[in-house]
Antibody
């Protein structure tokens, strides 16, 4: 299993960023997928997840209306569109494979820094 | 929302010690609890799922127990590779992580 995130970087408050995750080594279309973030020196926070076929999506309350998770099973890819970013959005964002509610495989993360 | 707490927040131990970390949920989560290990600069690693099931490849010195609102993660004999931060996570209703327990060398 390999999960490789990209798209992180420095963005101003109120700005947007789109994260991508390239999956390989497993049948991507058969798994729920998630984004989990970790602010510098802090704990883990589940952000969003998406069902195998994209028909069900969930978000943590703090990002509802601003973040959009999506997937392209033909490209074995997961995405996170982040709009109206705030300072608390500064974090390492992990792409994570789900298995029955748990997070069993993690990428190495992509760093998002929200700062002026 | 279900809140997760862990105790202690930091644990100082020696190689060979038996160590136990406790995780509590603010409401009944049955057995829908996982434990993760995270080392500095690395992604978390799944250790235990469904409260007590050992993930494939995880050393048998790790064990998990509990149900309802109180859970424990135990290492029967702490090894040098076990010094890390441990997180619990519930998946009964939405998904919530605990604040973490750092296991450091005494």
């Amino acid at each position: 299993v390999q999960l490789v995130e990209s798209g992180g970087g420095l963005v101003q408050p109120g700005g947007s960023l789109r994260l991508s995750c390239a999956a390989s080594g497993f049948m991507f279309r058969s798994y729920w997928m998630s984004w989990v973030r970790q602010a510098p020196g802090k704990g883990l926070e589940w952000v969003a997840n998406i069902k195998e076929d994209g028909s069900e999506i969930n978000y943590v309350d703090s990002v509802k209306g601003r973040f959009t998770i999506s997937r392209d099973n033909a490209k074995n890819s997961l995405y996170l569109q982040m709009n109206t970013l705030r300072g608390e959005g500064t974090a390492l964002y992990y792409c994570v494979r789900n298995r029955r509610g748990t997070h069993d495989s993690w990428g190495q993360g992509t760093l998002v820094t929200v700062s002026s | 929302d279900i809140q997760m707490t862990q105790s202690p927040s930091t644990l100082s131990a020696s190689v060979g010690d038996r160590v136990t970390i406790t995780c509590r949920a603010s409401q009944n989560i049955n057995v829908w609890l996982a434990w993760y290990q995270q080392k500095p600069g690395k992604a978390p690693k799944l250790l235990i799922y469904d409260a007590s099931r050992l993930e494939s490849g995880v050393p048998s010195r790790f064990s998990g127990s509990g149900s309802g609102t109180e859970f424990t993660l135990t290492s029967s004999s702490l090894q040098p590779d076990d010094f890390a931060t441990y997180y619990c996570q519930q998946y009964n209703t939405s998904w919530t992580f605990g604040p973490g327990t750092k296991v450091e060398i005494k």
